[in-house]
């Protein structure tokens, strides 16, 4: 019987290839152009977009992306290659190739990387924990968009997300306890995810309860009162309302009301970023201070910890594994 070789597509959401203005205003060209992550009415949104988006963000952006840069380029690209490499050395009997939906390395080079080594089957894992139409969704429309002009087309087994899988959980765990090792367990335990439009939450998008699964499973892994843990969401953008509570108006109450020591998690995000760096351990660091809290951490992301290439190693072998299982022959 022959035996299919099998890839592991590992799929981020992608970065600037560099921290300037044209860097930045050709990945949010690419990015806030998906009907996925922005649905308005195409003419008008392509108007906004290029008339005043990207002229108007784009240097702002780019500033706020030179002051998490890291040597070796992006955070977001860093931590995923070391990912795509550590993954690689755990499953070596599997090829494995990272893509990003937007920027470069692009999901069709990362998909012919895999196809060039005789893959036959790809197991693709969008590191994106918890499901939403703008990033899941977003990476099987691409891959579908890629595979479209293929003559001979690669099974396809897609991961939509893993919320509360328990290899996820458990490296969450140990991630939180070092932070706790370190500094003390604090007063609440803030977990911001990223957010989404209200609206599409309401048509449908199952993200708000994946985010709640999560929440529910780390919380009762941890051991740790239930009282002192919240659940936020950030980087809303946009004048329409997105999910709430907002992470910005959390701390900026938790500090009014005199609250001692934060730390924050952001459990979406697989590497951290522009949103965990920047955004969390920076900005909304100052508005907790200045509204009167006391000792603020940012928890990093999993990044390439062990706990986190076990989790991936896992998800991938219980896919192979399906695929594997002897099925039994119909009764004739």
Same mark, same amino acid.
């Given at each position: 019987?022959?035996?299919?070789?099998?890839?592991?597509?590992?799929?981020?959401?992608?970065?600037?290839?560099?921290?300037?203005?044209?860097? #930045?205003?050709?990945?949010?060209?690419?990015f806030l152009s998906d009907r996925?992550?922005?649905?308005?009415?195409?003419?008008?949104?392509?108007?906004?977009?290029?008339?005043?988006i990207l002229p108007l963000r784009?240097?702002?952006?780019?500033?706020?992306?030179?002051?998490?840069?890291?040597?070796?380029?992006?955070?977001?690209?860093?931590?995923?290659?070391?990912?795509?490499?550590?993954?690689? #050395?755990?499953?070596?009997?599997?090829?494995?190739?990272?893509?990003?939906?937007?920027?470069?390395?692009?999901?069709?080079?990362?998909?012919?990387?895999?196809?060039?080594?005789?893959?036959?089957?790809?197991?693709?894992?969008?590191?994106?924990?918890?499901?939403?139409?703008?990033?899941?969704?977003?990476?099987?429309?691409?891959?579908?968009? #890629?595979?479209?002009?293929?003559?001979?087309?690669?099974?396809?087994?897609?991961?939509?997300?893993?919320?509360?899988?328990?290899?996820?959980?458990?490296?969450?765990?140990?991630?939180?306890?070092?932070?706790?090792?370190?500094?003390?367990?604090?007063?609440?335990?803030?977990?911001?995810?990223?957010?989404?439009?209200?609206?599409?939450?309401?048509?449908?998008?199952?993200?708000?309860?994946?985010?709640?699964?999560?929440?529910?499973?780390?919380?009762?892994?941890?051991?740790?009162?239930?009282?002192?843990?919240?659940?936020?969401?950030?980087?809303?953008?946009?004048?329409?309302?997105?999910?709430?509570?907002?992470?910005?108006?959390?701390?900026?109450?938790?500090?009014?009301?005199?609250?001692?020591?934060?730390? #924050?998690?952001?459990?979406?995000?697989?590497?951290?970023?522009?949103?965990?760096?920047?955004?969390?351990?920076?900005?909304?660091?100052?508005?907790?201070?200045?509204?009167?809290?006391?000792?603020?951490?940012?928890?990093?992301?999993?990044?390439?910890?062990?706990?986190?290439?076990?989790?991936?190693?896992?998800?991938?072998?219980?896919?192979?594994?399906?695929?594997?299982?002897?099925?039994?022959?119909?009764?004739?």
């Amino acid at each position: 019987m022959h035996q299919e070789k099998t890839g592991i597509l590992l799929v981020n959401l992608g970065t600037p290839q560099a921290p300037t203005a044209p860097a #930045v205003k050709r990945y949010l060209r690419q990015f806030l152009s998906d009907r996925r992550v922005v649905d308005a009415p195409r003419i008008l949104w392509w108007l906004l977009l290029r008339a005043v988006i990207l002229p108007l963000r784009a240097s702002r952006v780019a500033k706020l992306y030179r002051a998490v840069w890291m040597n070796e380029g992006s955070p977001l690209m860093v931590y995923s290659q070391r990912q795509r490499q550590a993954l690689a #050395v755990r499953m070596p009997s599997m090829p494995v190739a990272l893509g990003m939906s937007y920027g470069s390395p692009s999901l069709s080079q990362a998909v012919n990387e895999l196809l060039e080594q005789g893959v036959e089957h790809i197991i693709t894992l969008p590191l994106y924990p918890q499901y939403s139409c703008s990033t899941a969704a977003a990476v099987w429309d691409e891959l579908a968009r #890629v595979l479209h002009a293929r003559r001979r087309l690669p099974s396809v087994s897609f991961i939509r997300d893993y919320a509360d899988h328990p290899a996820y959980i458990q490296a969450l765990v140990a991630s939180i306890h070092r932070a706790f090792a370190q500094r003390g367990e604090p007063d609440v335990l803030l977990l911001s995810y990223h957010g989404i439009p209200q609206r599409y939450a309401d048509e449908g998008d199952d993200y708000p309860e994946r985010c709640r699964a999560t929440t529910r499973a780390l919380v009762s892994a941890l051991g740790i009162a239930p009282d002192k843990v919240m659940m936020s969401f950030q980087s809303r953008f946009g004048r329409e309302p997105w999910l709430t509570p907002y992470t910005d108006e959390t701390l900026k109450m938790l500090g009014e009301q005199g609250v001692r020591r934060v730390q #924050v998690a952001c459990p979406g995000f697989a590497a951290d970023c522009l949103e965990t760096l920047e955004e969390i351990a920076i900005q909304n660091r100052d508005i907790f201070l200045t509204a009167g809290g006391g000792e603020y951490h940012y928890i990093p992301a999993l990044n390439d910890s062990s706990e986190h290439i076990d989790m991936m190693a896992a998800l991938a072998g219980e896919r192979q594994a399906c695929r594997e299982a002897p099925r039994d022959l119909p009764v004739s």
